[in-house]
């Protein structure tokens, strides 16, 4: 009878696995539990439960229990936050080296509630968010309550309202009325949804870009997340984005190992040059 060990080595030389490589088993199941990561590596969580999920009118939404990272945030197949990621929220919004006392802030999506959450403990004057999928906003009040505290149970409060709706229409508003924010953050999914048939991707994400700089004070910031640090091509194409703005602005970047993505991620803030 043939020894598993044997079997095992008698494949590994077959597959021309190195030595010492353990052969993964894929679980096949009900529950998902493979998601890639931003260069397409397949990362294996630890799921144990299926928490929600329902299908909106505008993305799959799933709430998935991992063992590790808690309640997490799944958007059409691809991860968005976790109970473990405090850091994911602080490196976008810099904090203790940006300063939001009495300072008036869009946040473009952010549905998950945790930059609203952690913006409005630093005393901000207004913080208007703008999001769009008013199912995944009931998801995370309930699931992902120890992220976004108790700010998505009602759609406004002393100094912030929650607005329904496509950030671009928003936007379009605020700019025929003047309105300007000191800060504009993009907390959107990795592939935003547009509400208006548009071309490229690249364009849509530009035309966030550029209405974002029409609703900033000319001092102001716009910050946002951008991609996995492995993900070198994305990035290059968003600085190239950044880099055909007019009038001309200028970046700096931030990163943080986020524990949900089980990856290094960069971020951006950017204002006018
Ligand atoms: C969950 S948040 C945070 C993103 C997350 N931290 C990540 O990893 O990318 C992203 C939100 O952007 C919203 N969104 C996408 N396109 C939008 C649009 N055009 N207007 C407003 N909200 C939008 C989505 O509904 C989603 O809730």
Known sequence: ?????????????????????????LKRGDVARY???????IIEY????????????????????????????????????AESDLIYTETLMCRGTENYEDKE???????????????????????????????????CNKYLNTICGG??????????????????????????????????????????????????????????LESSFKILKSDGKFLTHGNGTACTESLELFEDQLRTLRPKVKFTTSKAFVPSFMEEWQFYQVSLA
């Open 151 to 208: 700010v998505l149970e009602k759609r406004n409060g002393k100094n912030y309202d929650i607005i329904v709706g496509d950030c671009v229409q928003y936007m379009k508003k605020y700019i025929s009325e003047h309105r300007k924010f000191d800060y504009v953050f993009g907390d959107l999914t990795d592939i935003p949804i547009s509400g208006t048939p548009v071309g490229e991707i690249w364009d849509f994400i530009r035309t966030i």
């Open 35 to 41: 998601f890639p990561s931003s260069d397409e590596r």
């Open 105 to 139: 802030i869009c946040i473009l999506g952010g549905g998950d509630g945790a930059l609203l959450y952690e913006l409005l403990k630093e005393n901000p004057k207004y913080v208007v968010m703008l999001e769009i999928d008013e199912l995944v906003m009931q998801a």
């Open 46 to 81: 630890d799921i144990d439960a299926m928490v929600f999920e329902e299908r909106s009118p505008f993305q799959k939404i799933q709430i998935l229990h991992s063992k590790t990272l808690g309640n997490m945030l799944v958007l059409d197949e691809l991860q968005n936050i």
């Open 1 to 25: 009878m043939l020894s598993s060990k044997r079997l095992e080595n008698i494949l590994a030389k077959k597959l021309k696995v190195n030595s010492g490589q353990v052969l993964p088993t």
